[in-house]
């Protein structure tokens, strides 16, 4: 007799070696109880057999395939910020480039207010601004008190003189437009003739021969917000000066000294060497 070990079913037919059942292979038993025996089946319409199954692979959890992560979306991300970038740098450039260029093209021209060689003797000089000078171009002094001391308006109407012959000298149209009174009337040429403010501003030219230049005889005439100048002034070009009469006219307004006239008139026909 014959056993499966699988699923206990015994025969009895010496020439079978494998279940019929599920195929595994029999093995030989002694016989006991001759009721327990299965025979085999002689008629072929009871034979009614099943497919042998293999068990399956056992699959330990968590072995299964995770999904893999997609790569699209990282180079896309990084194709992006790299356009960007260019982009940023773009705009950059479109708006530096052409400053660069027009900084390149209209370079700032300034003449240094030279010193002085007459600092010790001349009182009169260029170079050192007086104390308590409330007559800068800024609008911080619009409220300012009208001065009334004589010196210390002879020493801001001497600063704003300086002032005026270095925005004469650069040509500085801004400085010129706050010196200038609107009601400015000047005189034109030593010729004779009236020139308004818009016309100083607009035929004015920069000079580069002056080198420096030194204010002498300043004598000031204060009647309230109204105040006249007159004195020498003289420009040193190279290796000769050329010295000129003058008498400007100043009134307080805005907080700040003003000029509203000037007349120039040159000293003789003489130079004198440095």
Not at 115 to 122: C, F, I, L, P
Not at 219 to 236: E, K, S
Request: proline share 5%; net charge negative.
């Amino acid at each position: 007799m014959k056993r499966c070990s699988t699923c206990n079913r015994t025969y009895t037919d010496p020439n079978l070696s494998f279940c019929i059942d599920d195929g595994t292979p029999l093995t030989t038993v002694e016989t006991e109880d001759e009721s327990t025996v299965v025979r085999s089946r002689n008629n072929e319409d009871d034979w009614n057999p099943v497919a042998y199954r293999p068990p399956a692979a056992y699959i330990p959890p968590g072995t299964h395939d995770r999904p893999r992560r997609r790569v699209w979306p990282w180079v896309l991300g990084i194709a992006g910020a790299f356009f960007l970038g260019i982009v940023a740098i773009g705009i950059v450039a479109a708006i530096m480039v052409p400053r660069m260029m027009r900084a390149r093209e209209n370079p700032r021209v300034t003449v240094r207010e030279p010193e002085n060689s007459n600092r010790a003797e001349n009182n009169n000089s260029n170079t050192a601004p007086a104390p308590g000078n409330t007559n800068s171009n800024s609008t911080e002094h619009d409220n300012t008190a009208l001065p009334t001391d004589h010196d210390q308006v002879l020493a801001q109407l001497k600063d704003l003189e300086n002032e005026w012959t270095v925005a004469n000298l650069n040509a500085d149209k801004k400085k010129l437009d706050r010196i200038l009174a609107e009601d400015y009337a000047g005189q034109e040429s030593e010729e004779g003739g009236l020139q308004t403010k818009s016309e100083y501003i607009n035929t004015i030219e920069r000079d580069t021969q002056v080198e420096k230049w030194d204010f002498s005889d300043l004598n000031l005439n204060l009647a309230g917000d109204r105040a006249t100048l007159t004195g020498i002034i003289t420009y040193f070009v190279q290796d000769r000066s050329v010295s000129f009469d003058f008498k400007d006219r100043f009134v307080w307004r805005d907080g700040r000294w003003q000029a509203t006239g000037a007349e120039l008139k040159k000293r003789g026909d003489a130079e004198s060497d440095l």
